[in-house]
């Protein structure tokens, strides 16, 4: 069974950092592409970043300079690592392991930026 487990998430206060992880189990990580996605109430899912299989990075540009997304394939284990964090990134944070057409979702990680 595949399994992808987002955490990391929390309440931070604005201008602060967090690190979100993303692990997968039941395949071959290193080959898939992965992908961020984010939901605030009420709002749209938004994607955020990804890191593909060959570890090109790409950023939505409202956080382009303030997150970085790595992966440790050793570890099944890709980061998001933010910083600078406003409240307009306060949000359900997912993450999506893809390959073709094969898609894998986490359960989500809630990340809080508020004072």
């Known amino acids: 069974q595949v399994q992808v487990v987002e955490s990391g998430g929390g309440l931070v206060k604005p201008g602060g950092s967090l690190t979100l992880s993303c692990a997968a189990s039941?395949?071959?990580?290193?080959?898939?592409?992965v992908n961020w996605y984010r939901q605030a109430p009420g709002n749209q899912r938004e994607w955020v970043a990804q890191?593909?299989?060959?570890?090109?990075?790409s950023y939505l540009i409202s956080v382009k300079g303030r997150f970085t997304v790595s992966r440790d394939n050793a570890k099944n284990t890709v980061y998001l690592r933010m910083s600078s964090l406003q409240p307009e990134d306060t949000a359900v944070y997912y993450c999506?392991?893809?390959?073709?057409?094969?898609?894998?979702w986490g359960q989500g990680t809630q990340v809080t930026v508020s004072s």
């Open positions: 890191i593909d299989s060959d570890d090109y990075t």
């Open positions: 999506n392991v893809g390959q073709l057409e094969t898609q894998y």
């Open positions: 039941g395949i071959i990580f290193s080959v898939y592409d």
